[in-house]
């Protein structure tokens, strides 16, 4: 599976296709039998040799019957096994109801996807740490608004795209921690399964288990409360904004009246269909289209979630799937993109060197202003003798990367 | 094909597809050497009995290497009809860039899309018209801000929402008149081409052949001059606006507490996976969630164009595809949707009557204070008295739908 | 008036200001009494001598009230006027609504904003034909995705600024021609009016007369039907695309790695808080914030419309105001901002041609090709031996930009 | 100060205004030569009664001149203070760039509305505690997709709200806690900084010294690494989002066809400018308007984020400070009308009884449906019958706010 209008999506694998999420619902669809059967609602040995599959197309056209793909998704389940596991039958998704298993469904792909995510914004966070200490003293030019304003080094370059990697990278965490299961009923009651369990006394409990077997955090029924999405929307799209930074960074620095940056030569990549020779710049490109198609997919979850209304949404809840589901696919490929980018990124010191000499004069008149209202007397210098506090931000950055590294992680 | 995280996608079949973008390259690769052999660049006969095709999955694949699917469909069409037509696969693309044929492509596959949605709201004009006449005295209350506020009739909504729909129809049609050809070569400046064609001189009339064979407008290269594109999103996106506005009505009045409008009833629809008997509003919910959805695709076309930067952006430009292509899919299906949903709409007039009747006092509050503001003695009046000139604003609407559906249409 | 965070706001002036909207407002309901007494429902004797005033503080601060500037405004109104003009304050408003008096008063605003952006883009068009004209033969790099690709002209360049300048023209010119009364009454019926008017038989007559008088198109209500302003809204956003892609060419042609174009040196602008010397590219930077910002406020337009409901809706419709007047008073400040930038424009013709000459080979690769393919043999050629057909295309841009300026327009 | 087209801006007062901007970064230049003195540029005697005070008008209409109001307020202040201060004057604004002024008195700004939505939060959390508690028996339709599910009680319906607000609590808690003073000098480097202090050594200190003066956190420069925005932007947007579900529910729910909720009835309020006796819920409007309109001003400044490039970008910087504004001055404004409108919501406990006995067959189908899966026999039952775990989630969300209004917050 690959999307021939977003190159390099085949990058996210099955993450987050609509096979990922069928088995996703299958797999809350089974737990949830479990549960009751662990709860007495059905003998634990009528799930013996239970397995779903389902037919995709199907299920993705009966969508429409319903409005979500849930509804005929079970109507297929129950036929599928009412001749071998006729009780699984019976009381398969007794108690739940379509969101249910659509919200945590996609809380387990985002979840897969986050934590490919997290992967890769470490192995980010390691490159861009050696990149920083390998260029501590790689003098550059510093540009603001388009112009040559201070010497720098790329060390410190490296350190501020660090400092967004960890950002971002504490925030998803944050997130990450919070991906609640779902489970309310029909309407946020949980009115059916405490039918089922005679009484209202075990419901949490039984919820409780099937977040701990999900692997999700057990929450109160959101079925239009929905910052658990919004607020994985929010980090996922700060991640894709931080590689987009970098992604600008070496867009403009490894255009040729720049050369100071290159993305790796690999044979095959970055050709035109009419120009021999052209090395297109492909991995920042596709970084960079990423953070700019970001904002708009967490916009669009948080405008469902201020039309939520009711017990459950008439249309903005609908609205989520596609951009979650776009976000997080996305951030997969642009993370293991920029990862890469940064893996093969080739630092033309000489190149830096030569501009910020050729700008020198630029670079240093703050200096000189500095010590004309110091009252100290003009005097020679270079570039590199005008690079402040370089050393200390950058010993600051690999401090907080190396805490980072240091930690453990899922 | 269809998606799971969109239910009714289906209907849109291949349009705006995978596969239907590809078939369109194909097509512009294959007239353009049709094209070439016109003006004499290779001889018309090295092209019989050509026909192109392609592996999707390969082709998407490949797109990641250049940044764009068209470099690597280029080298497996070389090598697959090397040995067949080796003249064909020399001249093969000569002269066009690769941003020359998926733009191109996607103009003919959001081709498809606008005619395809032009037909389905001119179904919807004619339902309107219908139901505006039929219901041209069913009176109903106008409610404004959530509140009763006038009487109104049913045929004077169905002509606010038939005055949209045909506002949609003009400006749509006012877009798909106008989409372009994309071809300018490796920057705009038509080189290859005329390198080709032995000098500049036949160059413009070539692209023009190009642009007749396809049935799209010629133009100067637009590679960075984006409005073709945000003139379609924008028509689209006006579209949708105005179905949702129609939905938006149907979810509230086919609400019991109101009872005023219905879905129509079809067998296995607008069921719930765990409440017996629920009818759900399952096709103004899709149109709502389509209409929610649509402003932020457009958004990332306008936001494409404001970024564009020299002959080819470095990013923008690749952030266009896949709204693109959703807002002309999704287009496609809510405006059949909105036929159906028109095609089948229950109107109880019995209970807007009813409902009038309930909150007679509210809606002729007005009415009151005008004649006391006139000095007319108070009289008993009914809802049916003060309707005010929605027979006057019905008979417009109908000529204005007359006329429009009269008119001749692709 | 000016706000601090939009620096340049001052150009607009006064144009959509609080004051212009509340100054409109006062106009469409002492224009609406003129065409009242003209059929007769008051004396035109008691409108002599009256003008409106209103303490803006006052109506703005009671806006909370009714969730809408107007009513309270009425009140004011009727209020000042009691004594001096009884008769008047009598009729005051009667037949409107709300929503009536503050859509025309928007359109009223809007079209000024318009207007001015079309003064401006004739005179963008005019220079960039001028620029056109004048760098016919200036060659320059073309640059696709950052790098190299093609010797073109900068008169090339500006041909297609050009004819970006002539389509945002073309698109504003449609919207502002269809800009619309709002009459509608209460709810959409005219009730009130045509109980004013002593039936419905005038109703339409009488709207037709005040579209006249503020020289607005005459249309049936659009209470909850929004494409006028989506409309226009879509059309100022392809201006503001237009000129971000002017920026961001100017950007990064004006950094000194490139030095092929700069921004008029202007005593005081451009300079740094602490940098001495710098010169910031301050009118492209402004310009580019003001097409980064627009899609989304556009955007929100489209919202509003996809949200109506009800014959006024309960939310939607005030989401609008503050968009449609950000989006159109900075596109005033964009506009003029462009035109100053393109008026001051420096072309370093000699830059251009060096940097050409210095990626002469990259740009050749093509030709080279090209040769190769024809079996012609090399021969040496120098970057403008390969200028593809920009004579040709320039000649196109010239003869439209001709037939656009030679145009009678507002 | 007030806005004319968003009615209720008065309730923001001050609050990020533009005064309260410039006032904000006359702190900061100011904090800065107590800083300055601290560490020995210059005797703390030179800024013996020196106060800082700038005309806005001038300062917001040179802010065009570079871009930003910065720079023109530090040599306004110079002169200012050239006679009665000259060493301050001297050493105003040294070390410090226009971003590092202007980004800091936005972030004070922000904390000041962050601070106030904070309290309105937890007044509005203690009336929903109170809710839940007085209705926790109040028995409701739950409705589903726009139609009635289940018996729910409208405590359990105030406990999600409740849920949702205590969620947008804790995410703005760790946002505000976060912000962090920007100080970076010119590019990044604090060289200026470096140069004042005679090295690099006490640099680090300085800034942390006016982080401390000003509540701030201190952090590396982040004049392109833009989280710090992001990160409140979503915070405020998550408020908004849950804001705009209480409005949805209430205006849904005050409808006359619904009648289970109304506004305080408040004089002068909710009228109508032509129908007597409307009672609009004005409250409700307004805050679903901001709700609407949040998730397109926090895309915004990802978008900037995304487009951040060089040492300070070169345009998208500068489209961030208009939406980060008007987010927070919003935010205040939505949160005191949401906890007037929670503090004066009337439920009308019969009305919702009365609708749950009219759906009681529909709201216990399913329970029907469960005891025949149960195989236990028919039995009459009520709308109270079937309320699930209600009572288990109550009290889980009055533990949960409990807590919070327990806790210290500043």
Not at 139 to 164: C, I, K, N, Q
Not at 291 to 299: D, E, F, I, T, V
Not at 301 to 315: I, P, Q, Y
Request: proline residues 4%.
């Amino acid at each position: 599976m690959t999307d021939l209008l977003w190159p390099g999506d085949q990058r996210a694998g099955s993450c987050c296709s609509d096979a990922a999420v069928l088995d996703a619902m299958l797999l809350v669809e089974l737990t949830w039998l479990d549960v009751l059967a662990e709860f007495g609602v059905l003998p634990v040995e009528a799930l013996a040799g239970l397995e779903f599959t389902a037919d995709l197309d199907a299920v993705a056209e009966a969508a429409e019957q319903s409005g979500n793909p849930v509804s005929g998704l079970v109507d297929a389940l129950r036929a599928h096994c009412a001749a071998t596991h006729p009780v699984a039958a019976h009381w398969l998704h007794r108690g739940l109801t379509s969101q249910d298993v659509l919200d945590t469904a996609l809380m387990l792909c985002v979840r897969e996807a986050g934590n490919r995510v997290q992967r890769s914004l470490r192995t980010q966070a390691k490159r861009l740490a050696e990149l920083t200490r390998t260029h501590r003293g790689t003098v550059a030019v510093a540009r603001t608004l388009g112009r040559p304003a201070l010497p720098t080094t790329f060390g410190l370059t490296a350190a501020s795209w660090l400092d967004g990697v960890l950002d971002a990278a504490d925030d998803l965490d944050v997130a990450l921690r919070q991906l609640p299961l779902q489970v309310g009923g029909a309407a946020g009651t949980l009115a059916g399964l405490a039918e089922l369990l005679g009484g209202p006394r075990d419901v949490v409990e039984a919820t409780e288990r099937l977040a701990r077997a999900l692997g999700l955090v057990a929450r109160p029924p959101w079925h239009t409360q929905r910052r658990p999405i919004t607020r994985i929307g929010d980090a996922l799209t700060a991640c894709t904004d931080t590689w987009g930074r970098i992604a600008d960074d070496v867009l403009l620095r490894s255009r040729p009246e720049f050369g100071e940056l290159s993305e790796a030569s690999v044979a095959g990549r970055g050709g035109s269909s009419t120009l021999p020779g052209k090395e297109n710049p492909v991995l920042a490109v596709l970084i960079r289209r990423a953070a700019l198609s970001a904002p708009g997919l967490a916009a669009q979850l948080h405008l469902a979630a201020a039309n939520a209304v009711d017990e459950r949404s008439d249309g903005a809840w609908h609205t989520e799937w596609a951009p979650l589901r776009a976000l997080a696919r996305r951030a997969v490929v642009a993370a293991e993109q920029t990862a890469e980018l940064l893996d093969g990124l080739v630092v033309h010191a000489e190149w830096m060197h030569a501009n910020a000499e050729a700008a020198s004069e630029a670079l240093l008149a703050e200096r000189s202003a500095m010590r004309a209202l110091l009252g100290l007397a003009e005097e020679p210098a270079g570039v590199s003798d005008y690079l402040g506090a370089t050393d200390a931000l950058i010993d600051a950055a690999l401090a907080r990367a190396a805490q980072y590294i240091g930690e453990e992680h899922p």
